[in-house]
T-cell receptor, first 110, second 115 residues
Framework: EDKVVQSPLSLVVHEGDTVTLNCSYE??????LLWYKQEKKAPTFLFML????IEKKSGRLSSILDKKELSSILNITATQTGDSAIYLC??????????FGQGTRLTINP | NAGVTQTPKFQVLKTGQSMTLQCAQD?????MYWYRQDPGMGLRLIYY???????DKGEVPNGYNVSRLNKREFSLRLESAAPSQTSVYFC??????????????FGPGTRLTVL
């Protein structure tokens, strides 16, 4: 059975801290791994990582794909209260399907 | 560009009632999806449509039907709602070329409560 597992499920830190969110996967027909941020409504796309692009960075956010370990991490440095959200990891299979993890709820306290 | 739009935003049904959730996208995407999101369970795929004229079951299709009306629109129907279908429903679409075709873009969601 295809599965994507995220850890931790919940994390509370202080503003300015650095956090690392984890995602591991066991899926058939791996195509890519995606990270989404979900605040109050729809998930919004952050990064996509593929075999040909295993590290991405955008401002304070960065992500690495480890194809050997079947995992990925999402790092957020110098966290701000606006980073509070649920972070979703998803793996793309054939036929453009995504398998999602449970999500990590990140809370940044001022 | 509105992206992906969904109607209604909120709905309360009684057990046994039926309803249709509407979704439309203006990004000229070939593929469209319906997910449900329950607390602690991430997003689970109900049905998807890889292209106009085709639909396929996802992980949790029981109790639902879909229609790909045209390239822009993909509707989800609950024929006889049950309390277990209380959830937030998201529509998504994807398309384009190369690796970008695997990125899905989501609508704002419909919060459905079945009493």
């Amino acid at each position: 059975e295809d599965k994507v597992v995220q850890s931790p499920l919940s994390l509370v830190v202080h503003e300015g801290d650095t956090v690392t969110l984890n995602c591991s996967y066991e899926v058939t027909n791996f195509r890519s791994l995606l990270w989404y941020k979900q605040e109050k409504k729809a998930p919004t796309f952050l990064f996509m990582l593929t075999s040909s692009g295993i590290e991405k960075k955008s401002g304070r956010l960065s992500s690495i794909l480890d194809k050997k370990e079947l995992s990925s991490i999402l790092n957020i440095t110098a966290t701000q209260t606006g980073d509070s959200a649920i972070y979703l990891c998803a793996v793309s299979q054939g036929a453009q399907k995504l398998v999602f993890g449970q999500g990590t709820r990140l809370t940044i306290n001022p | 560009n509105a992206g992906v739009t969904q109607t209604p935003k909120f709905q309360v049904l009684k057990t046994g009632q039926s309803m249709t959730l509407q979704c439309a996208q203006d990004m000229n995407h070939n593929s469209m999806y319906w997910y449900r999101q329950d607390p602690g369970m991430g997003l689970r795929l109900i049905y998807y449509s890889a292209s106009e004229g085709t639909t396929d079951k996802g992980e949790v299709p029981n109790g639902y039907n879909v229609s790909r009306l045209n390239k822009r629109e993909f509707s989800l129907r609950l024929e006889s709602a049950a309390p277990s279908q209380t959830s937030v429903y998201f529509c998504a679409s994807s398309g384009g070329q190369g690796y970008g075709r695997w990125t899905q873009y989501f609508g704002p969601g419909t919060r459905l409560t079945v009493l």
